[in-house]
T-cell receptor
Framework: AQKITQTQPGMFVQEKEAVTLDCTYD???????LFWYKQPSSGEMIFLIY??????QNATEGRYSLNFQKARKSANLVISASQLGDSAMYFC??????????FGKGTLLTVNP | DARVTQTPRHKVTEMGQEVTMRCQPI?????VFWYRQTMMQGLELLAY????????DSGMPKDRFSAEMPDATLATLKIQPSEPRDSAVYFC??????????FGSGTRLTVV
């Protein structure tokens, strides 16, 4: 069974500062993928970043980076230089070797001006 | 941009009625997921398909929910009979390479 845990129901950050959203996972698969999605108040699900279990370097996409610590089974999302438009719900997800895509409960990020 | 199309966007129905939600995955995508999102439960995986074959539907209430892919361009999720507790946003997502999945805009279902 695979499980995603996001322990922060809500986070606050000042505009222009960096913020880290936590995600831990549990799986017995050797090959898996980790994802972060953003859901703004409009409700759409927006793909942000992907990290494969065999990728040696942390993934980066613009202001988003994924801090992948395989031994600790963590895949934290780092958003640099926060913007007001970053205020949204953020979901961590894992795809196992059976292609199953499981999501965590999410973290609500609020960026303050 | 290619997109996943879900219809209808909104549906209000009376308890006991059949509800059918449709999803058109991105052309060529071979993995399709159905999720239900509520405030209390978050994003629950209901069922998913790979190359049109159902891989897992253990997240679905079997007595009233059914999911099918009659062809590569259409996935359906049916609820019969519907109940007020089925009120939620239902998302479809599709992918090909397993490194990115695209979500549809969702169907907001209200059962009264």
């Amino acid at each position: 069974a695979q499980k995603i845990t996001q322990t922060q129901p809500g986070m606050f950050v000042q505009e222009k500062e960096a913020v880290t959203l936590d995600c831990t996972y549990d799986t017995s698969d050797q090959s898996y993928g980790l994802f972060w999605y953003k859901q703004p108040s409009s409700g759409e699900m927006i793909f942000l970043i992907y990290q494969g279990s065999y990728d040696e370097q942390n993934a980066t996409e613009g202001r988003y980076s994924l801090n992948f610590q395989k031994a600790r089974k963590s895949a934290n999302l780092v958003i640099s230089a926060s913007q007001l438009g970053d205020s949204a719900m953020y979901f961590c997800a894992m795809r196992g070797s059976n292609y199953k895509l499981t999501f965590g409960k999410g973290t609500l990020l609020t960026v303050n001006p | 941009d290619a997109r996943v199309t879900q219809t209808p966007r909104h549906k209000v129905t009376e308890m006991g009625q059949e509800v059918t939600m449709r999803c058109q995955p991105i052309l060529g995508h071979n993995t399709v997921f159905w999720y239900r999102q509520t405030m209390m439960q978050g994003l629950e995986l209901l069922a998913y398909f790979r190359n049109r074959a159902p891989l897992d539907d253990s997240g679905m209430p079997k007595d009233r929910f059914s999911a099918e892919m009659p062809d590569a361009t259409l996935a359906t999720l049916k609820i019969q009979p519907s109940e007020p507790r089925d009120s939620a946003v239902y998302f479809c997502a599709s992918g090909l390479t397993s490194v990115s999945y695209t979500f549809g805009s969702g169907t907001r279902l209200t059962v009264v």
